[in-house]
């Protein structure tokens, strides 16, 4: 799968804003099945609404994306299968158990088994957690369930805006192992967003926003 940006501006930034941007406003950006990318820029520099349009949860840009040359406009076919997406707000069920918010996306596609989710609820350190309500967990346990939820379908590329934000530096070591352990078995493509380097992930391309 191939993803092109085609002089994407979002309507609420102006060209002074964007002006310096690797992305934005560029005749063509491509992000490539198999690679890992980083988007680096300081808060409010619109690296969650650039991963909201690439995902079509908003729609608020000039300019085009097109997926293996198919335009904006069909992305919500992808998503059940191509493109998983970890929120920088979790967007977890709060009165759902851990287990629950995971499963729930995996029903829509089959992807793990119930042994499988477990396998990874273990992994994160969550399985004294697994029928914990969303609402009782720290910040940094809901960012550990969300990264968990993605995992669980197929994908071609995952989002991750700014995934580690509320994560201790163990638990980043341990959460980037299993993230590129499931991307290198899907060969799928990573792109992520965060306000400085990452040291803890080899990325094939850094752009800055």
């Not at 980083?38 to 085009?64: D, E, M, P, R």
């Not at 499963?103 to 088994?113: D, S």
Request: hydrophobic share 40%.
């Amino acid at each position: 799968m191939l993803i092109e940006l085609n002089n994407i501006k979002p309507t609420y930034m102006s060209d002074a804003e964007i002006s310096a941007s690797d992305i934005y406003m560029q005749e063509s950006v491509l992000f490539e099945k198999g690679k890992k990318y980083l988007i680096k820029a300081n808060s409010g520099h619109g690296k969650t609404s650039l991963l909201n349009f690439i995902y079509g949860s908003n729609n608020n840009f000039n300019g085009t994306i097109n997926y293996n040359g198919i335009s904006n406009n069909k992305v919500f076919d992808f998503r059940k299968s191509k493109i998983s997406y970890v929120f920088q707000d979790f967007k977890l069920f709060p009165n759902l158990t851990v287990f629950e918010n995971i499963q729930l996306k995996n029903t829509l596609t089959n992807n793990k088994t119930v042994e499988e989710i477990d396998i990874f609820i273990e992994k994160v350190l969550l399985g004294h957690k697994r029928n914990s309500l969303v609402k009782k967990l720290s910040l940094g346990q809901k960012q550990r369930v969300a990264i968990i939820r993605a995992l669980c379908q197929p994908f071609e590329f995952i989002l991750l805006d700014e995934p580690f934000s509320h994560l201790d530096r163990e638990n980043i070591k341990l959460i980037t192992h299993i993230i590129v352990r499931e991307v290198n078995k899907q060969n799928a493509s990573l792109i992520m967003t965060s306000l400085d380097e990452m040291n803890v992930l080899t990325f094939d391309k850094v752009l800055n926003l």
